[in-house]
Structures are given as C-alpha cells and as structure tokens.
C-alpha cells in the first residue's frame, strides 16, 4: 500500500457537490470547498466547473472557493430561454445573494468573463472585491488592427455551421484549440462529453450573443473601482496591452501559456492568481 499516496488524498480539501434554486424554473449546480471570502470562477461557453477542480482545492486554504455550471451548462437546469450573456451577469446576481457571498472575487473564463462584466452592468462594481477575466476581451466581433478582438463576423461563420451541422466535430476543435498541447483520447472525449451537456439550441444563442455583446463601457468602469486582473494568451498579449493601455490603465495583466490554462497546468495558473488575491485588501 502506498501510504504516501493515502495521505495526499486524505489531506485534498473537501469538493461538495451542492444544486441551489435562484429562480422559479433555475437551479445552478456548483462545486465548493474552504472557508473565507468568497472566491467565485465562472465557465466558459459550454464548458463546466469541473474544469476549476485544482482551483477548488488550492484555493480552500483561505477561500469559500466556488464554480457553477450557468444556466444550460453542466448540471444546472437546461432553459429555452435566458440563454444570453446578460441573463448570466442576473443568474450569477441571484447566485450570489442566494448563498450569501458578499464581496466576493469574480473569475470568469473565456465567456465567463462576460458574465461577469453583464454582471457588472446590472449592479456595479461596489460590492465585488477583485475581479479576474481570462482570456476573453470585452468585445467580441470588431477589427482585429484596431482593437483587441476574435475577429469580424465572417470570422465566426465557421463556428455558426458547426454548432449547427457537426456539434460533436466543432467541441472535438474547441478543445484542440483551449489546450496548448496534443490531448489523449481520454481527455478529448472529458471535454466533449463536459461541452456537449449544453443543448446545441442554448449553445448557439449564446455564440450568437457573443457576436452582438459589448461590455467596454463596463470594463472601462471597472478600471480604478476594484482591482482588476486580465490574464490573456500570450499570442495576442500585446494587442490585449494595447487596449488595456487606453481603455483600462489601471488593470494588471498577467499572460497564460494556453486558453485552459488553469486546466492543462494548474500549478502555474493557480501561483499567479494567488500573487493578485495576496495582493487584495
């Protein structure tokens, strides 16, 4: 018997599985562990907090450290409706007062971040005590000289048609594109089964939404309010820096060797999250 490897896991902090009801026809699945202020990472499109395990268990040292499945994601309730990002920023409103989080730090991922600053437009900043956005720019569709964007319209065309026509196809390209490194057969199917859990219907409305959104004015506002920390790829850092520079000066930015970072090397996410939360008052 290997006592060593017993004793690692007996000493990994306690994940709970726990559903809590926001809404009449919303129940939110989420995953905590530790006690202290509250820590809170939101998903990405179609992704699910089983992807913030080793934040979960790094963090419960000094967090209530927190991930949900949004609406239509993971194990949360599958909705016809209120699949849009400003829906999100009111669900994660409802979440928050229903557990009791106050002054909380946000982390979103990727769309996360979305939630997050839809968030921010509902209820302002004043009661947030960080706020981290990972890869994921404010605005989605634009010119890519000019501003720190994905791209234009015709840009996503590509991932319109496989929503629609190859949903399996384009989670399998969705993961390929997160990690920074060639992925097993085991771990590519965890991905895609975790992607899949979103119906295509609610999938799609929220790429479509993300072509549309624009929260600058909301990260504008954010500058200066609460301390705030963009990490962002470091194959389009300097164009992040760029727009960080005239629309958010006050931010810090840290660059990440893959979009799932957190996920494909936690050890080196989670040291340069923990040096901003140090850093909070």
Known sequence: MNYAVLYLIASLPLVASKIVSVAPDLELHYQEAGEGPPLVFVPGWTMTSKFFKS?????????????FDPRSH????????GNTYLQHGRDLGAFLDELGLQNPVLVGWSSGAHDVLAYVREHGASELRG???VDEPPK????????WVYGSFENYRSSLEGILYRRRESAEGLARWMIGREL????????????????????LSLMVDTMLLDYTDEARKLDGSVPVLYMVREN????ARTWLRRN?????VKTLTSHAEHWEEPEVFNAKLREFLNRLK
Request: proline share 3%; charged share 35%; no cysteine.
């Open 140 to 147: 989605s569709v634009g010119d890519r000289s000019k501003e």
């Open 236 to 239: 389009w850092a300097e164009q």
């Open 248 to 252: 958010a000066p006050s931010a810090e």
């Open 184 to 203: 097993d057969d085991s771990e590519l199917e965890w991905i895609v089964s975790e992607s899949l859990k979103t119906p295509s219907e609610a999938a």
């Open 74 to 81: 993971g194990e949360s309730t599958k909705t016809a409706e």
């Open 131 to 133: 706020v981290v956005l």
């Open 55 to 67: 934040q979960l268990e790094e963090f419960a040292d000094h967090y209530r450290a927190i991930a």
